[in-house]
Each structure stands twice: as C-alpha cells, then as structure tokens.
C-alpha cells in the first residue's frame, strides 16, 4: 500500500522565520516520485517540485529547499525567510511505477499561516 | 501557455438538480484526471482518462456522477440528481503521463455548492 503522511496539520510562524514542512511517504516500489503542491487561499493547486527515487540530491530553489532522504522514507519541505504569501496549505504526493500511472497519493496537508 | 481551463469556477444548484462540470487540458496532455476536495476526505481521485479513454473510475462515488471525455481538448462530469454532500471543489487535472513521473497541472477548481 502507498501512503503519505503529514504529521503537522497547521503550523504558524512569525515573517522571515524559517519553517520545515514534513512529509513521510510509504511504498514497496524502488521506483517512485515525489511531488510537492501549493494551494493558496484562492484555492488553485500549484505544482512546485517533482523528485525521483534514484535521486537523493537535495535541491533549492530560491527560498525554498527540499530534503529527500530514503532511508528515512521522508521528503521535507523548507521555506527559509517565510513571507506572508507563503500562506498556504501545503500537500506533498507520492507516484509510484506499480499504481501504472501517475496516480497521486495525496498527504492531508499543512496548513501554513505566516503572520507579519 | 495556457494552463487547465475548468469551467463554472462556481455553482450553486438546488438539490435534485442536475449539474455539469467541463474541463480543457493543457494542449498536448493526454492524461486528464478529475479530483474532489473536502474538509473531511481531503483530495480524492474521481476518474482518470488517458488519450481519452477512462482507465481508473474507482473513486467515483456512486451512479449519479459520470464523467466523459469526447476530444483531447474536453472533458464533463457530470452530478445527476445532485445532493447536498456532493458540494466540495471538483479540480481538474492534466498531465504527459501516463509515466509516473510526470507532474499532475490543475486547473483552479469548480467551487460546488448543492442546497
């Protein structure tokens, strides 16, 4: 069975702090590939990152960083310098090559609220 | 570009009412996925379609909601008789797959809301 968990349902920082978003994800497959959406408050899902199985290589992407590890089975998410319209809910996804698909397996989501 | 084009962006119906939801994919995608949202059940899949063929309608809750895909550019679905528990925000989605490494692009929802 595939399944995505994200621990923190809300979290809340003050501007310009730094905030990891957790994702821990299960899956018997050696290949799969992990997904990271945004849904701001008007409500449109953006995809922000795609990462494969075979590629532990963290990344960054201006303020935003993300931390594959395998062995942990978990892919987080990093916001440094938090502004206030990263306010959003934040939803990491698992694909895996057995659903014969890109099905997404969706986490439940963090909502995070940055305050000026 | 033009992303996923989903269409009304809102509805409100009576209950009984039937109600249709329309879809335009990113040009060139031949995957096209139909998503529920709600508080209580988060992002659910409906139905997924590739080169225009339903492949995966496990998710759809039950006979009163079909979904279509007569085109590549074109995709319904469809809530007949529509219930109150029905309302929630219906994404669309659309992709290069079916590989399963290829990004899902939503469009920005149909926001439901059945009396």
């Known amino acids: 069975a595939q399944k995505v968990t994200q621990a923190q349902t809300e979290i809340s920082v003050v501007e310009k702090e730094d905030v990891t978003l957790d994702c821990v994800y299960e899956t018997r497959d050696t290949t799969y590939y992990l997904f990271w959406y945004k849904q701001p408050p008007s409500g449109e899902l953006v995809f922000l990152i795609r990462?494969?199985?075979?590629?532990?290589q963290n990344e960054i992407s201006g303020r935003y960083s993300w931390n594959f590890q395998k062995s942990t089975s978990s892919f987080n998410f990093t916001i440094t310098a938090s502004q206030v319209v990263d306010s959003a809910v934040y939803f990491c996804?698992?694909?895996?090559?057995?659903?014969?698909?890109?099905?997404?397996?969706f986490g439940a989501g963090t909502r995070l609220a940055v305050h000026p | 570009d033009a992303g996923v084009i989903q269409s009304p962006r809102h509805e409100v119906t009576e209950m009984g009412q039937e109600v249709t939801l329309r879809c335009k994919p990113i040009?060139?995608?031949?995957?096209l996925f139909w998503y529920r949202q709600t508080m209580m059940r988060g992002l659910e899949l409906l139905i997924y379609f590739n080169n225009n063929v339903p492949i995966d309608d496990s998710g759809m809750p039950e006979d009163r909601f079909s979904a279509k895909m007569p085109n590549a550019s074109f995709s319904t679905l469809k809530i007949q008789p529509s219930e109150p528990r029905d309302s929630a925000v219906y994404f669309c989605?659309?992709?290069?797959?079916?590989?399963?490494?290829?990004?899902?692009?939503f469009g920005d929802g149909t926001r439901l809301s059945i009396l």
């Open positions: 996804a698992l694909s895996a090559l057995s659903g014969g698909y890109n099905k997404l397996i």
């Open positions: 040009s060139g995608h031949n995957s």
């Open positions: 989605a659309s992709s290069a797959g079916p590989p399963s490494n290829q990004p899902q692009h």
């Open positions: 990462r494969n199985s075979f590629d532990e």
